[in-house]
């Protein structure tokens, strides 16, 4: 699937942008931005990221689906304004978490044509590393 067309399918407003890492020490997959009302993939980093957590590339193409479905899933969440703003006031790490299971929670509803146990192994070591990481600007 053509993650453009996937996107803008939900978000005709949505832009999509992909480099080939983040450009942090951190393996980031993706980013969705509040400003600029885009998502942001990076390539390299996915592939680790998949080859980590299913010892191949071969489902990279769905791997991929899965980050963007997530980072849609921010930006079709009415609610992360409020979130985020709360976020950056208190620092409260729930808050991060919140946005975060909310983004995942949309994702699923947007692509229920891919393997469950993958989107929920995906799904679980994110919300891991949520949960373990200091706030990062």
Avoid at 14 to 26: A, G, H, T, V, W
Avoid at 50 to 77: F, M, N
Avoid at 110 to 124: V, W
Wanted: glycine share 4%; charged share 25%.
């Amino acid at each position: 699937m053509n993650l453009y067309s996937f996107i803008t399918q939900h978000d005709s407003t949505l832009n999509l942008i992909i480099e080939q890492e983040f450009p942090d020490k951190r393996c980031v997959g993706g980013k969705y931005s509040l400003e600029t009302h885009s998502i942001t993939l990076f390539q390299r980093d996915i592939q680790i990221q998949c080859k980590r957590a299913l010892g191949s590339l071969d489902r990279l193409q769905e791997y991929s689906l899965i980050v963007c479905s997530h980072e849609l899933g921010h930006a079709l969440d009415k609610t992360l304004p409020d979130l985020s703003e709360e976020l950056a006031l208190t620092g409260n790490l729930d808050i991060l978490y919140k946005i975060e299971v909310n983004a995942w929670n949309i994702a699923e509803k947007l692509i229920p044509f891919t393997s469950r146990e993958l989107f929920l192994k995906i799904r679980e070591e994110s919300l891991f590393h949520c949960r373990k990481r200091p706030l990062v600007s």
